[in-house]
Nanobody, 127 residues
Framework: VDLVESGGGSVQAGSSLRLSCAASGSTESNYCMGWFRQAPGKEREGVATIDNEGTTIYTDSVKGRFIISQDKAKNTAYPKTLYLQMNALKPEDSATYYC?????????????????WGTGTLVTISS
């Protein structure tokens, strides 16, 4: 599975950004896809995940501000594009954001449960 992120950038606190992840190469009908982030000197953490049934899970710090969604290709179960709409951004949201994919049981789990990763897109929020 190939995952390519886009949409990162530098914005001020309170602004919005939308990240996109183009996915290709999988025919799985049961899956988990998600967004993870890693700030300098910190461990990679889960931000939001979505599975093949559309069930979403968010980390507490982004609940009510971020929305994960998926755009499925015609006649396929696997999403074509994964999105992360990020609103009311805070400086502590600054990190490299990664798109990841794995089996459906990986949703809500640790980064180690995901099988495929993009190369990341940098998000910087200034106060």
């Amino acid at each position: 599975v190939d995952l390519v992120e886009s949409g990162g950038g530098s914005v001020q606190a309170g602004s919005s950004l939308r990240l996109s992840c183009a996915a290709s190469g999988s025919t799985e009908s049961n899956y988990c896809m998600g967004w993870f982030r890693q700030a300098p000197g910190k461990e990679r953490e889960g931000v939001a995940t979505i599975d093949n049934e559309g069930t979403t899970i968010y980390t507490d710090s982004v609940k009510g501000r971020f929305i994960i969604s998926q755009d499925k290709a015609k006649n396929t179960a696997y999403p074509k594009t994964l999105y992360l709409q990020m609103n009311a951004l805070k400086p502590e949201d600054s990190a490299t954001y990664y798109c990841a994919a794995g089996p459906s049981f990986a949703c809500g789990g640790s980064p180690g449960d995901m099988d495929y990763w993009g190369t990341g897109t940098l998000v910087t929020i200034s106060s």
